[in-house]
């Protein structure tokens, strides 16, 4: 926020750091989502193109290469600029977080569209990186069930790592200008009992359907995953806050969720039916 050069060089540190420790990928995004969300489309789009300009010719010196540093931020900003500018225009944290699920699963179609077996892809990679003393039947057993599903893993994983990054830069924002905004923001998050219906719809075709179309519907279903995950988060989050140990139970609520990546299932399954059932609504009512 003091001047475009001080952002620039944010996210192009962070973006080089992020080649090393991946988690710090957010940070770099995040600084692109604040300067959209704060100060536009153009302004984001000029802190883009120059941190990556930036981001390249420090990888040429740093590691000797420009080109996957160049096309690695690319990849990693555009993304969160476009969603941030949807955020900035629409005021819905809501309909950013859809648009970013719709994305990731617009990218798991074209994948199947342009590779002709993506399970056998993914199988020849996880069979590399197997530990060399694994037990070979049960690690077999496991790759052969991963791989037809690793299209979507990895597109949740991206659209989780976008997300969070336009999380901490509303945040941010909200820290500067408006305190409190985000928290009120996230814990509004909500979808329309149409968008559930179909979200249920697809979970039957894959179920009801075999080979390449099951295939596809489950790894569109992980996607799914993702914004119900966000959505039971927030609800579960309101919830918690308003009981009388609100202190212990809200920080305990995402210890476990850190700690037991499966409590994300029934979070999900409560963020999927949060379209009829309004807990958030519920609970205001009675602490009224």
Not at 22 to 47: C, D, K, Q, Y
Not at 140 to 160: E, K, P, R
Not at 259 to 276: E, F, N, Q, R, T
Request: hydrophobic share 55%; with cysteine.
């Amino acid at each position: 926020m003091r001047g475009r050069v001080q952002a620039m060089m944010v996210a192009s540190t962070l973006a080089l750091l992020s080649l090393v420790m991946p988690p710090v990928s957010i940070f770099s995004s995040a600084s692109v989502a604040l300067v959209t969300l704060r100060r536009g489309a153009l302004e984001g789009l000029t802190i883009l193109l120059c941190s990556s300009a930036a981001a390249g010719l420090l990888g040429f010196f740093l590691l000797g290469n420009f080109q996957f540093a160049l096309l690695y931020v690319i990849v990693l900003w555009m993304p969160v600029w476009l969603i941030s500018i949807v955020l900035r225009e629409g005021r819905h944290l809501s309909l950013a977080v859809e648009i970013a699920v719709l994305t990731g699963m617009i990218g798991v179609i074209v994948f199947y569209l342009y590779h002709a077996e993506p399970a056998a892809m993914w199988k020849s990679i996880l069979t590399q990186i197997v530990p060399a003393n694994a037990p070979v039947e049960n690690i077999q057993h496991t790759v052969d069930i991963l791989s037809h599903y690793m299209t979507g893993i990895v597109a949740a994983g991206t659209v989780f790592g976008l997300l969070f990054g336009l999380f901490l830069g509303r945040w941010w924002q909200s820290v500067l200008y408006n305190p409190g905004g985000f928290r009120q923001e996230f814990l509004s998050l909500s979808t329309k009992p149409r968008l559930a219906l179909g979200s249920i719809a697809v979970v039957a075709i894959a179920w009801a359907s075999s080979g390449v179309t099951s295939e596809i519907f489950w790894n569109i279903t992980i996607l799914l995953f993702v914004l119900y995950t966000c959505i039971g988060t927030a609800v579960l989050h309101t919830v918690f806050a308003s009981m009388k140990l609100a202190r212990y139970m809200v920080p305990m609520f995402y210890l476990t969720l850190f700690l037991i990546p499966h409590a994300m299932l029934p979070v999900a399954l409560i963020g999927l039916s949060d379209a009829w059932m309004d807990l958030r609504k519920k609970t205001n009512q009675t602490n009224a």
